[in-house]
């Protein structure tokens, strides 16, 4: 019962966002789209909201949470003041590759249920942090630190971004106790939401049925990934659905403007605060966009901020309270930032692809290669997540060089998981339409 | 089965890949298990090796009343376990005080814990008894030590 009811008060996340979510220029996305980007945006303002909270050392509680993040939705209003209504495309009936695809995207989403119910999808990092910090959190109604200060508790990482925790919280505050098998079914709900909100997103850049397919194929990449690098009930999930939807609303021939702009930028937001590895990912995926617009100076620096400006004022709340409590400064990982070993690259190459290799042989990232190859040339857009994932690997790899004693290990656990992204890139840009 | 538009269709390949990655994804289902609910949320997982602590400490938690200090060792004593134990006695044990025996895959020296109220080991019953004990699982057993 109260595994049921703390999934129950994830409802509130798309309830949060759907005030913002409601205005007409939104009016473009298919209904369930619509939902699960609320859900998204409702996330990112719930997180934020528990952060200003603490930062303001107010106990949290779901009422005040809720309300604030509401009142957050409903004041960002005001920034899309002047956007036209829209409409969603006609809808025709689904042909028949759309059905399988949505079958094919069913499938894989109860392969990933039947796997986190089976105990084999767990992540042990929901009980090393994750969960065991959202529990205490709760508990105290606010970000413990005393319990994050331990000397003991340093694998904790008190400086990680603080989306999953809070989120957690929030739903444990609601539930009355920390659920952790209800934790660990938000690796197939999440991927659910995405199976639900990605073909009416992408279907403005290209047809229903390329859509649906395409929608499939990163539901079926991240299925197959999530189960066997165990992601259930840790951050990347939610990270993943952030950094997709985000993707591919930019992808949208419409995603210039505030409607877009600033919806994308609540969802790179999200991803920045949900683990760190999602802010790079946020400022290559901008700047490549706006890149590829073009336009004056001036518009440039209008989307930008609209890109850009809520991730900054979550991560500058974030930073705020751990400054503000000598908590931490900085992201830290595992070596002092800039201290490269070059020494470890060739191994740290071998040591992705041994990795990547290992998790279902590889498939998972092979076939959606192997999909934009034989999609042949691409649009140019299909530079956005390109670039990107370029961006990220790259990123990735900059981290690993700073391990003292070699990252093979470290590697071995994590590459699997926070590569997942590259071939979900490759799966979107090969539904980039050449232009005429 | 796809209508035959062209060559090209712009949604044969990720179908064909989505249907192949969906299979892989079912085939790491643990079906051998059938309807039977797993006993931990890691018996199938890569850190199955961690499950029995798991289980365990979920049930130590019934046990051990909130406030309390308590230890998680291994028997037979392995410093690397330990320090997965300690972490997964945060979790599972909140609003107890859990002590580490082993940080980072080093023991600590037993004045750190030696104060612990209660003893959680994982394995074999230990000898000689560290002090009364509770009760015991298939996994290890739970003791109110003596002090």
């Known amino acids: 019962m109260e595994g049921a009811t703390w999934l129950a008060a994830l409802v509130f996340l798309p309830a949060v966002g759907s005030p913002l979510l409601a205005h007409r220029s939104f009016g473009r996305f298919p209904f369930w789209s619509r939902v699960v980007l609320s859900g998204a945006a409702g996330a990112a303002l719930v997180s934020f909201s528990m952060t200003l909270l603490a930062l303001a050392d107010r106990a949290w509680g779901v009422a005040v949470v809720v309300a604030l993040a509401t009142v957050l939705a409903s004041g960002m209003r005001v920034l899309l003041r002047g956007e036209p209504a829209t409409s969603p495309p006609e809808s025709a009936s689904p042909d028949v590759a759309e059905r399988l695809a949505g079958a094919i995207a069913c499938i894989a989403v109860i392969a990933a249920l039947l796997a986190t119910l089976g105990g084999a999808a767990t992540s042990v990092d929901l009980v090393f942090f994750w969960g065991a910090k959202a529990q205490q959190f709760a508990a105290a109604r606010g970000i413990d630190l005393a319990f994050l200060r331990n000397p003991a508790h340093q694998y904790m990482h008190p400086y990680y971004p603080p989306l999953v925790s809070n989120v957690f919280a929030f739903a444990t505050t609601a539930a009355g106790r920390f659920v952790w098998t209800a934790a660990a079914l938000t690796f197939p709900l999440t991927l659910a939401a995405l199976a639900a909100a990605l073909p009416g997103v992408l279907g403005g850049m290209t047809s229903a049925r390329a859509a649906a397919a395409t929608s499939a194929l990163v539901v079926t990449t991240l299925a197959c990934i999530g189960i066997q690098a165990d992601i259930a009930g840790n951050a990347d999930m939610p990270l993943y659905l952030f950094e997709t939807l985000a993707l591919a609303l930019l992808l949208r021939p419409d995603a210039a403007g505030a409607t877009g702009d600033l919806l994308a930028g609540l969802l790179f937001a999200a991803a920045a605060t949900a683990k760190v590895e999602g802010l790079p990912f946020a400022v290559s995926a901008t700047a490549l966009a706006l890149w590829l617009r073009g336009g004056t100076p001036a518009e440039r620096a209008k989307a930008s901020a609209r890109l850009l400006g809520p991730t900054a004022v979550a991560l500058a709340a974030w930073f705020g309270f751990g400054l503000s409590r000598k908590l931490f400064s900085a992201y830290s990982e595992y070596g002092r930032f800039f201290d490269i070993h070059l020494e470890h690259a060739g191994g740290i190459a071998a040591a992705i692809v041994t990795s990547v290799a290992a998790t279902g042989r590889g498939l998972a990232y092979v076939i959606p290669l192997l999909c934009l190859v034989g999609a042949g040339r691409r649009g140019r857009m299909a530079a956005l997540p390109l670039g990107t994932a370029a961006a990220l690997a790259g990123f990735l790899v900059f981290t690993y060089l700073h391990s003292t004693g070699g990252p093979a290990q470290w590697i071995g656990w994590s590459a699997p998981r926070v590569f997942a992204p590259v071939p979900v890139m490759f799966a979107l840009a090969a539904a980039c339409r050449r232009e005429a | ?147």
Do not use: C, N
């Open chain 2, 1 to 147: 089965m796809l209508r035959p538009r062209s060559i090209a269709d712009p949604a044969l390949a990720p179908l064909v890949g989505s249907a192949l990655l969906a299979a892989l994804a079912l085939w790491h289902v643990p079906w051998r298990q059938g309807l039977e609910r797993p006993a931990t949320l890691y018996d199938h997982s890569s850190a199955a090796a961690l499950a029995p602590a798991y289980a365990l400490l979920t049930a130590a938690a019934l046990g051990i009343p909130p406030g309390a200090s308590v230890t998680v060792r291994a028997e037979p004593p392995d410093a690397e376990l330990e320090m997965w134990y300690h972490r997964f006695a945060v979790a599972l044990l909140p609003g107890r005080r859990a002590i580490p025996s082993a940080l980072y895959g080093a023991f600590l020296a037993p004045e750190v814990w030696k104060d612990a109220e209660y003893l959680v080991v994982v394995g074999p019953k230990p000898s000689p008894a560290p002090g009364r004990l509770l009760f015991e699982t298939p996994q290890g057993s739970v003791w109110l030590r003596d002090r």
